[in-house]
Structures are given as C-alpha cells and as structure tokens.
C-alpha cells in the first residue's frame, strides 16, 4: 500500500509495545480516535483475547494491521530449547495468519554459551524450519538486526549487511529485513546496506524512536523522536529513496514513559512523528 505526506498520519504505525500499560482493545480504540493508520501487536498484549478477536477489532477500528511481535529467538546451547523456539514461531506464523497481520518481526536471538557464529548458523536453521509455514500462509518474516550491545542474549545479527546476507542467503520473497534506527543509526555502511535491501525486495518494515543521551537503561530507556541524537529523518530518506512505501512504525520501550499518562504521551508521539519523522 502506498501511503501519503509525512505531514499526516497515513503512514504512522504504533506498536502496542510502545503503549504497554493499555490493553490491546484501549490502545485500537485510542489509536484509531487520534488518526493513527496502522498497529503492530506484540504477542505479550492479547490479553483475554484470541488473534482472530484482536483482528476483527482491529478491523473493524479502521486501522490497517501491519505486523506482529516477535519471532525469533532460535538459538541455544540446548536443542530442546531449539526445538522449542520452532515450535513457537511456527505458532506465532497461525496467530499472525488468524489476526490478518501480513508480517512477524523476528528478534533473531543468541546465546553467550557459544560464538555468535555458532548462533547465526542456527538462526538460519530456525528460519529455513518455519519458512515453508510462512509461504504457506502468506505470512513475511523480517530479520530485525539488533545494536550490537544485544549481542549477548538477544540477536547475533547486528548490522544491515548481516540481516541482508541472511535474507539473500534463502532469496525468498517471503523473508526481509525490518530496519529500526535505535539498532542500526551508528552503521557507517547503513545507507549502502538500506539501498541494497531496497534494490532486492526485501525492506520490509520500519521503524522509529530515539536514543537518548545519557540512557539509563539500554532496553528500557527509549526517547521519542527529537529526545536523543539519532537523524530519523537522514534515514528515513535513504529508506524512501531504497523504494520504501510502507508505515513508520513507532516503537518505544521505555519505563519512564509507561508511567505517565498515555493519552498525553500518545499526544507527544504524534506531534514528534510529524517534527522528526
């Protein structure tokens, strides 16, 4: 789908992550009131509800599902915890499917027991397992590469040029990459590595919040676009320009916001997403 100015809404994605104290159907009905055009759902927000439920409401909101959160996490020292990591996915890929989300976000994983080698080689054997159910059911994955300070537990694909080797490696149009500036702003190779994911097909999502200056906490002290020193926009362009039409997806962990009032903090993300987005 191809979207409109970036001084409206209709390319702006909340991810229910970002808005993590509200219920999945709160967060709808308040996005859908404030103008925002697209959701991603994080898997830990269903709530009482089934996928399909969270569909039909999303549906019905008039908001556009854009993907869901998370799948990945395929390696470990252990195979039953490889086996396990499969299994999920593949579970993950049928609520993606019965939600109507086009897309799951893989957060590729790691495990310190053993070289980063090691684990992007079982990486690519937990992709190569869930592929064929993921063409089966018209669902994309999207290797996220994470900053390198993840490296330990969370993702042994740290740059673009890794997560592009990655998907290159299966040529699948089924499998991209999903940028997000707060992991990959620092890549001096990051403009090339963008045009080239672009040039292939495979630039499958995008996404924004800042990285603020000092941060007290890497995972959880996110900014809003304009609070810290990333040049979304710099980026943004060298996404559009890599033939990019799909939503700016705003995903922000952050304590410090969780505890303030979300209707205010909502307000907050729209008006930083039409100054710095």
């Known amino acids: 789908m191809k979207h409109g ?27 859908a009131a404030l103008g925002v055009s697209g959701i991603t759902v994080w898997r830990d927000a269903y709530g009482k509800f089934k996928p399909r439920q969270i569909g ?36 993950a890929i049928e609520e993606a499917n019965e939600m ?30 869930i592929l064929p159910r993921a063409a089966e059911l018209n669902v994309k994955l999207a290797i996220e590469p994470l900053h390198p300070v993840y490296a330990d537990t969370r993702s042994a694909v740290n740059t673009m040029k890794q997560a592009n080797d990655m998907a290159g ?10 940028v997000d500036v707060y992991h990959v702003w620092w890549d001096e190779d990051l403009q090339s590595e963008i045009i080239r994911c672009g040039q292939a097909n495979r630039l499958f999502a995008f996404h924004v919040c800042d990285w603020k200056v000092p941060a007290t906490d890497i995972l959880l002290d996110r900014g809003i676009m ?11 362009q060298w996404v559009n320009q890599a033939g990019f039409n799909g939503f700016n997806e705003v995903e922000i962990f952050s304590e410090i916001h969780w505890k303030t009032n979300q209707d205010e903090y909502l307000k907050r993300i729209i008006e930083a997403y039409r100054l710095y987005v």
């Open 5 to 31: 100015s970036l001084t409206d809404l209709s390319r702006l994605c909340i991810h229910t992550i970002t808005t993590k104290p509200l219920d999945i159907e709160t967060a709808i009905d308040k996005y």
């Open 56 to 91: 039909e409401m999303i549906r019905k909101s008039g908001i556009e599902p854009v993907s869901l959160c998370r799948g990945g996490f395929f390696p470990s020292v252990t195979r039953s915890n490889r086996e396990a990591a499969i299994a999920d996915n593949i579970a």
């Open 100 to 129: 109507g989300m086009p897309l799951i976000v893989l957060v590729c994983g790691a495990d310190p027991g053993q070289s980063p080698e090691t684990s992007r080689d079982q990486i690519r054997d937990g992709i190569e397992a």
């Open 169 to 178: 490696y299966f040529n699948s149009p089924w499998l991209g990459v999903a």
């Open 226 to 236: 304009g609070e810290g020193c990333i040049d979304i926009r710099r980026i943004r």
